[in-house]
């Protein structure tokens, strides 16, 4: 194909040929560029700086440029200098002083010489016209070809000239190859399902509801165990009522939706199902083996479970630290709770490792046939005693959430965390990823203010209006608070990423990993040894700053209790219960009693208000303890107006109790007459004292009419005497007993 234009018309011719696939070697393209001349033939280079510079690189390839080439060397310059010499002497041309020999002189000169020395060499040699190459040069043909392209292409110019029979072999052969194809993933696919039916139907997670033991079993002996529904508890809520009968599921779902137990002489958590019976379809079977199946540092291992009535449960890893918030306690086992327990203290690095933790085991269970988890929530992030954080109740939606079951008391409470896509439509079984997503954005918020789900300050909305509001979504939709001043800009930014409205918007798994890593400052090392020791340790740190702190408490109570004590009883007896030592009784032949009260303290009660009479009798009793402090005496007790003191026991004073108690007669006389009653203020307060010394018994009327029935007791008559709430009564001494 011959080209005569311009330069950069004969590139776009060329960029276009290529295009159409004509630079593969079938053709071949000549252009003549007359002189290097830009302005009048422009410009015949390929690179022009543009995006077809690739294109054009490679259609030049195609390309044969014919140009003018003049040489610069001495013969040349000699030729040129013989041409100005005879056009002058033989044409009478002059050339002007700065004017050069055109290059087509030297053109037309080298032609006809060329071709008469080729012809008389092929007259004298009596050769023939047969065309030969010249030997030792090669020519670069287009698409790597050795020979020159043929005059008209195989297929013709336009493929004309190829059969249709070809082109249908070719249609057939490649339809036979996507047959072959199709046919082999077929059956690959028909046998991977066989396998997994054959595993599902071998039943590996099914659990023998014997073999499961109440955890206070947990023992070493050989003794054959009782089987968990044999229990005592078990047995008595499976009796059931007398009006209708009830199942022992129903019994057990009544008092405890999940707990401990022992399976196989392993610690397992269990979990009741809500169900009377279950179909074992073979979409269940296969997503039972699939749970069965997953294994993850962060996944809580699927045990098994029991699904012929009466007993419907499953078992899964049990982990003995908890869950990161726990709703409620059920049944007789308490179960952990991880962010309300303020004697666990969570730094920052500790919560980044929960939150990569939830992470790990999300992706992990993303990439699994089970796709997505649906219920994520801190109840189901649990811990085990290495402090590793470990998804559950996954997968299994029929049987942990089953259809047409009332919702529990805390329906409002779990959709908490879910997404506000899934809140406004029927959720699939499984949930979304996208949702699992903004339930982890709220599971950080939990972890970083350790609060109740979905927490915002002096926020006064119920568990079901805060569902409505995120439904409803809008302009602002309702999210939970986050606070760049209580947390890195990171992790807010983090948490707002995962509660975007539109769940297009939000990062997977995969992407959090990545942003979690960044934020640990570990680098979220996957060495398991590391992680291991890092955690305990700062465990046994946290766990030093709590006895610390505990025994500081304890000896700050014990103080407490001591001085409480030593007010409570005597000095001596107090020292020495606290002590540990039994105090014994003792005897004592003399002590002296004091024995006050108020005249007419009861009808004075009667004109105030019982506050009143309180704060009355607490600043009398402040000034009465003022006064005994100075004396040795002790206080036995105060019963509304009545005050009772002692003095001689239980330290022996000899005879001095009874100046003592003398001595702080006088001195409440005194402070009597100083006491301001400031709520009757007119009215002067007035106290009675009695004094007893020696070891007398007074006895009434009513006692001594019991004794004499025995005649052996000693009485003297003491006379009539005026009873406190009894008026004059008749009472006795008791002396003593005949032997």
Not at 161 to 176: Q, R, V
Not at 282 to 311: M, Y
Not at 561 to 583: D, F, H, N, W, Y
Request: a neutral charge; charged letters at 25%.
């Amino acid at each position: 194909i011959v080209i005569s234009a311009r330069g950069e018309a004969v590139r776009r011719f060329l960029i276009a040929a290529h295009r159409q696939g004509w630079t593969n070697g079938d053709f071949v393209f000549f252009s003549f560029e007359p002189y290097k001349q830009k302005e009048m033939f422009g410009d015949f280079t390929w690179k022009k700086g543009d995006d077809a510079d690739a294109a054009a690189r490679e259609a030049f390839q195609a390309l044969f440029l014919l140009s003018l080439y003049k040489p610069s060397d001495e013969s040349y310059l000699n030729f040129s200098a013989d041409v100005v010499r005879r056009s002058r002497e033989d044409f009478g041309y002059s050339y002007a002083p700065n004017e050069e020999v055109s290059i087509l002189a030297a053109m037309a000169h080298d032609s006809v010489w060329l071709y008469a020395q080729a012809l008389d060499e092929i007259l004298s040699e009596n050769g023939n016209p047969i065309y030969e190459q010249v030997p030792g040069v090669q020519v670069r043909w287009p698409g790597g070809r050795s020979t020159p392209p043929k005059d008209t292409p195989d297929c013709g110019f336009k493929g004309e000239l190829c059969s249709h029979s070809e082109k249908s072999l070719n249609a057939s052969l490649a339809l036979i190859v996507c047959l072959l194809a199709a046919g082999t993933l077929a059956i690959a696919v028909l046998h991977r399902k066989y396998k997994l039916q054959k595993r599902a139907s071998m039943m590996l997670w099914k659990v023998n509801p014997n073999d499961v033991a109440g955890e206070e079993q947990r023992t070493s002996s050989s003794e054959p165990r009782t089987p968990f529904w044999n229990l005592p508890v078990m047995s008595d809520l499976s009796s059931g009522s007398s009006e209708r009968e009830t199942t022992p599921s129903e019994a057990e779902g009544r008092v405890m939706s999940s707990g401990t137990v022992l399976y196989k002489d392993v610690m397992c958590s269990i979990r009741f199902l809500r169900v009377r019976s279950v179909s074992l379809t073979g979409e269940l079977l296969a997503e039972l083996q699939q749970c069965r199946d997953l294994n993850h540092p962060n996944i809580c291992g699927f045990v098994g479970a029991s699904l012929e009535p009466p007993h419907l449960f499953l078992l899964m890893e049990y982990c003995s630290k908890g869950s990161l918030q726990c709703p409620e306690t059920v049944g007789w086992f308490v179960l952990q709770d991880i962010l309300r327990n303020d004697s666990i203290k969570l730094d920052w690095t500790f919560k980044y490792s929960l939150m990569l933790d939830i992470v790990k085991g999300m992706d992990y269970l993303h990439c699994s046939s089970l796709r997505s988890h649906g219920h994520l929530s801190s109840s189901n992030c649990v811990v085990d005693s290495r402090f590793v954080l470990k998804v559950t109740d996954f997968g299994l939606s029929q049987l942990r959430w089953p259809a047409g079951v009332p919702s529990p008391q805390d329906h409002w409470q779990r959709l908490l965390w879910r997404a506000p896509e899934l809140l406004r439509t029927t959720m699939p079984p499984n949930g979304t990823q996208k949702g699992d997503v903004y339930s982890f954005g709220i599971i950080v918020q939990e972890v970083i203010y350790r609060r109740e789900v979905f927490y915002i300050p002096n926020c006064t909305l119920k568990a079901k209006d805060i569902v409505e509001r995120v439904r409803a979504g809008g302009c602002s939709p309702l999210r939970p608070h986050a606070d760049r001043a209580d947390c890195p800009e990171a992790v807010e930014s983090l948490m707002r990423s995962c509660w975007w409205e539109k769940p297009a918007e939000r990062p997977d798994f995969s992407t959090l990993r990545t942003l979690v890593r960044r934020l640990s400052p570990s680098g979220g090392s996957d060495n398991i040894l590391d992680n291991l020791l890092s955690r305990m340790e700062q465990y046994a740190s946290n766990l030093e700053e709590v006895v610390d702190r505990r025994t500081a408490q304890f000896l700050e109570e014990k103080k407490k209790a001591e001085s409480l004590l030593t007010q409570m009883l005597p000095r001596s007896v107090a020292i020495q219960l606290i002590a540990g030592k039994m105090v014994e009784a003792e005897t004592y032949d003399c002590v002296t009693i004091y024995l006050s009260d108020i005249e007419g303290f009861t009808a004075m009660a009667s004109t105030i208000t019982p506050m009143q009479v309180v704060d009355l009798l607490n600043d009398l009793y402040t000034s009465f303890d003022k006064i005994i402090d100075n004396h040795d005496v002790y206080k036995v007790e105060t019963i509304g107006d009545a005050y009772m003191v002692v003095s001689g026991l239980p330290i022996r004073n000899g005879d001095d109790h009874a100046r003592e108690i003398a001595r702080m007669s006088l001195a409440v006389l005194r402070a009597m007459e100083r006491f301001e009653n400031k709520h009757v203020p007119n009215q002067k307060l007035k106290v009675r004292i009695g004094l007893h010394s020696a070891l007398r018994i007074h006895v009434s009327n009513s006692t001594k009419a019991l004794l004499d029935k025995f005649r052996s007791f000693q009485l003297e008559l003491r006379g009539n005497i005026h009873m406190k709430g009894k008026g004059p009564m008749t009472t006795y001494w008791l002396l003593g007993e005949k032997p």
